[in-house]
């Protein structure tokens, strides 16, 4: 992670220039994974946070897709997917590998990004959905629990705002890459079931798909930014069974 300068880094680390984090998986391991992943059909999912930690990832990902037809029908995930190259950003939607991500690490780390990366890293390549939504990327949303609080509603107010449930970073943390509300409901819903394979049985509202739904207390797409933390659940229904209605 950041915070404990683990992340694995192409350059030292700007507040600890004698260190650049650290693996903690053995290369050749990943590699024998991703080799029996392919041959038994499995998807594959591994954590990244570090730009040399991506950049290692997509390459092994790469090297392992070599032959493959259709790469984007594997759906490999890069777990987090934290701390980009600039040069790196677009490999994902090329090779059809899903950025697994989670709006609410943003603003957990924000007090200590500049510190641990500088600036030019920071802009550059640090949680920028934006940038990855725009070469064709699908990105996949979810709360990371128990590492961060397991409410949807505060990861969604963390990728809408880019800041934290206090206000903070005023303004948000590199505003310009937070995502529009649809974008966001949307990474959390329809293209979180298509990161796992489940497009077509959930993540949206339609005829032939589980019924598994929840009623909010107010509108998240058009309530203002200050306003989203109050939303309440008021009613769980799974499988078409209502399990919580107000309070009950």
């Known amino acids: 992670a950041l915070g404990p300068r683990g992340a694995w880094l192409l350059e030292p680390y700007a507040d600890l220039p004698s260190s650049t984090g650290l693996n903690t998986t053995p290369m050749d391991a990943a590699r024998e994974t991703a080799r029996l992943a392919l041959q038994h059909n499995y998807q594959l999912a591994i ?6 930690a991506n950049r290692e990832l997509l390459n092994l990902y790469e090297e392992a897709f070599k032959g493959v037809p259709d790469t984007k029908a594997l759906r490999w995930r890069d777990e987090h997917a934290q701390h980009l190259s600039l040069s790196d950003i677009g490999r994902f939607a090329e090779l059809g590998v899903i950025p697994a991500m989670q709006g609410v690490h943003c603003t957990s780390d924000a ?3 500049m510190a641990r990366l500088g600036p030019t890293r920071a802009e550059e390549g640090a949680y920028v959905w934006q940038k990855l939504m725009k070469t064709g990327a699908v990105i996949s949303n979810g709360t990371d629990a128990p590492v961060e609080d397991l409410s949807p509603i505060q990861n969604f107010h963390a990728t809408v705002t880019r800041q934290d449930a206090s206000g903070r970073p005023p303004g948000g ?27 077509k049985e959930k ?17 998240i797409l058009s309530v203002p930014d200050d306003r989203l933390l109050q939303t309440r659940v008021e009613m769980t229904i799974l499988d078409g069974r209502v399990l919580y209605e107000g309070g009950r």
């Open 203 to 219: 993540g949206s509202i339609e005829v032939g798909k589980l019924a598994d739904l929840v009623v909010l207390s107010q509108d």
């Open 111 to 113: 007090p200590y990004v």
């Open 47 to 52: 954590h990244a946070i570090g730009d040399r």
């Open 173 to 199: 943390f590199d505003p310009d890459q937070k995502l529009t509300r649809d974008e966001a409901l949307r990474t959390m819903t329809l293209d979180a079931a298509y990161g796992s394979f489940a497009e």
